[in-house]
């Protein structure tokens, strides 16, 4: 792997040698997890608007892959113990990655058994009273196009959002050609949303 891909930057902080340094070898002690990645941005940054709370540093990384993004963001008051928390689930994510590697390359098709479990027993579950949320004003932290609709199986879809760090994943299926929402059920397993056939 060409250590070049590697971009270590600072937001709101004095840009430090000595974390750039302690990011870098944490980064390259699983260097074998890192042979399929075409660039590396890592973001360590200073919230000031949260200067005295306990996250004030935060750490981002991304690994981009020929097949996928592995994204792992933490954040807490002290960086050393940031980059080391993030350092650890992003290869733990890197494994992931690998350990699917056949299917990522096409030669196997992506299982979908957690996501049809999980689909049969949406319905399952007790309905929930809703609070009065009337008064309540959503506010959207972060938006995001999709740049990329490409079909997806669920299986692979799951691997997506499992490799990003998110609760839910919105993806065009391979399967129905419909915009379905893969998401992490709160006691385990998987749903998948799909809207109705007559949905235009």
């Avoid at 075409?38 to 097949?67: A, C, H």
């Avoid at 933490?74 to 689930?89: H, Q, R």
């Avoid at 009273?129 to 506010?139: A, N, Q, R």
């Amino acid at each position: 792997m060409d250590k070049k891909i590697i971009q270590v930057s600072f937001v709101g902080m004095d840009p430090t040698e000595a974390l750039k340094k302690y990011t870098l070898e944490k980064i390259l002690k699983k260097e074998n997890l890192l042979e399929e990645a075409t660039k590396v941005e890592v973001v360590l940054k200073e919230q000031t608007y949260s200067r005295g709370i306990e996250n004030d540093f935060r750490v981002n990384m991304d690994v981009y892959l020929p097949k996928a993004l592995v994204r792992v963001e933490e954040s807490g008051p002290e960086m050393y113990a940031n980059i080391d928390k993030a350092t650890d689930v992003l290869f733990r994510r890197l494994k992931r990655y690998n350990d699917q590697k056949a299917h990522w390359e096409g030669q196997e098709s992506w299982r979908v058994l957690e996501a049809e479990v999980a689909q049969q027993t949406l319905s399952d579950g007790p309905e929930i009273d809703l609070e009065d949320y009337s008064d309540y004003v959503p506010k959207i932290a972060k938006r995001k196009i999709a740049d990329d609709m490409s079909p997806l199986e669920e299986g692979e879809a799951i691997e997506r959002m499992e490799l990003m760090g998110y609760d839910q994943y919105l993806f065009r299926s391979k399967n129905t050609n419909k915009i379905s929402m893969i998401y992490r059920r709160k006691h385990g397993g998987y749903g998948l949303v799909e809207p109705p056939d007559d949905l235009a």
